[in-house]
T-cell receptor, first 116, second 112 residues
Framework: DAGVIQSPRHEVTEMGQEVTLRCKPI?????LFWYRQTMMRGLELLIY????????DSGMPEDRFSAKMPNASFSTLKIQPSEPRDSAVYFC??????????????FGPGTRLTVT | ELKVEQNPLFLSMQEGKNYTIYCNYS?????LYWYRQDPGKSLESLFV?????AVKQEGRLMASLDTKARLSTLHITAAVHDLSATYFC????????????FGKGTKLSVKP
């Protein structure tokens, strides 16, 4: 399996522009997670989906952020308009449901976003 | 609200020494995960601990889980430079919710 795939790997954009991050989870995984990581705040869960349905979006910082999962193999995280404080590494992760209820998450390589 | 605390947050140790990283959590859970992150890289799963008393070992790292004490430890034996990384523990929220709560991470630096 190719693992979780994210694109782009690096994104540099100007303040006010729209940014779309993409994620392809591991086939067969039921859960998909979006995280943000910064030096100051560490690893933050933004939103997660179960079977394409958003379960908890309480970590989404504000209305400028939105996430969709139109099918089991694709998800997007959109920031509109972007601001310099959105600069971070954004990780997508997916997990299966294993016997015994284990939810081990597999992380993608991340997208490093820089907003100038 | 489930809280996960790791300590220490920073650890500088010499090669050949032993040390333990601690992960405490605030509510009942019997599933805990350890991840490793190298600088500029993604998180890689190290251990999955699924029951009280679970112990897993891989090379110089050994992880254990005590659900009654709400404590997991990651023990490093005879550290080598290649173990330098940030180590995160993550606790299962429980039920069918499927999400994990991560600690802040322990940044380990192993010096010759």
């Amino acid at each position: 399996d190719a693992g979780v795939i994210q694109s782009p790997r690096h994104e540099v954009t100007e303040m006010g522009q729209e940014v779309t991050l993409r994620c392809k989870p591991i086939s067969g995984h039921d859960y998909l997670f979006w995280y943000r990581q910064t030096m100051m705040r560490g690893l933050e869960l933004l939103i997660y989906f179960n079977n394409n349905v958003p379960i908890d979006d309480s970590g989404m910082p504000e209305d400028r952020f939105s996430a969709k999962m139109p099918n089991a193999s694709f998800s997007t995280l959109k920031i509109q308009p972007s601001e310099p404080r959105d600069s971070a590494v954004y990780f997508c992760a997916s997990s299966p449901i294993l016997d015994g209820g284990s939810y081990e998450q597999y992380f993608g390589p991340g997208t490093r976003l820089t907003v100038t | 609200e489930l809280k996960v605390e790791q300590n220490p947050l920073f650890l500088s140790m010499q090669e050949g020494k032993n040390y333990t990283i601690y992960c405490n959590y605030s509510t009942t859970s019997d599933r805990l995960y350890w991840y490793r992150q190298d600088p500029g890289k993604s998180l890689e799963s190290l251990f999955v601990l699924l029951s009280n008393g679970a112990v897993k070992q891989e090379g110089r790292l050994m992880a254990s889980l005590d659900t009654k004490a709400r404590l997991s430890t990651l023990h490093i034996t005879a550290a080598v430079h290649d173990l330098s990384a940030t180590y995160f523990c993550a606790v299962d929220v429980g039920g069918s919710q499927g999400n994990l709560i991560f600690g802040k991470g322990t940044k380990l630096s192993v010096k010759p």
